[in-house]
């Protein structure tokens, strides 16, 4: 694992952050924006994320970034982008309004 972003001291300082379960020492952990909580049984349950962003097809999308995009359209003032997952097909689709 890095111990930062490459000559990106800002960014770097941003995402990893010392480790809030060791205290006797420096240890780096990088904050994903991934949001779970710890089971009774130890397992983790993923409960979502911090930001907009989501994967489609093993890439990942900002949804901020398209809405912008939308907006900088000539006729646009209002957009909402959302990811739905169809169970059936399991494909991700964006929705703007």
Do not use: C
Not at 68 to 97: C, D, N
Request: aromatic share 8%; glycine share 8%; proline share 4%.
């Amino acid at each position: 694992m890095t111990k930062g972003y490459y000559k990106d001291p800002v960014l770097t300082a941003s995402v990893f952050i010392q480790n809030p379960f060791v205290k006797d020492r420096t240890e780096l952990m990088h904050k994903t924006g991934d949001m779970g909580k710890y089971l009774p049984d130890g397992n983790i349950e993923i409960l979502g994320r911090l930001d907009e962003q989501v994967k489609v097809n093993g890439i990942r999308v900002e949804l901020n970034e398209i809405k912008q995009a939308v907006l900088g359209m000539p006729g646009m003032q209002e957009v909402v982008v959302m990811a739905h997952r169809t169970m059936i097909t399991r494909t991700s689709w964006f929705v703007i309004i």
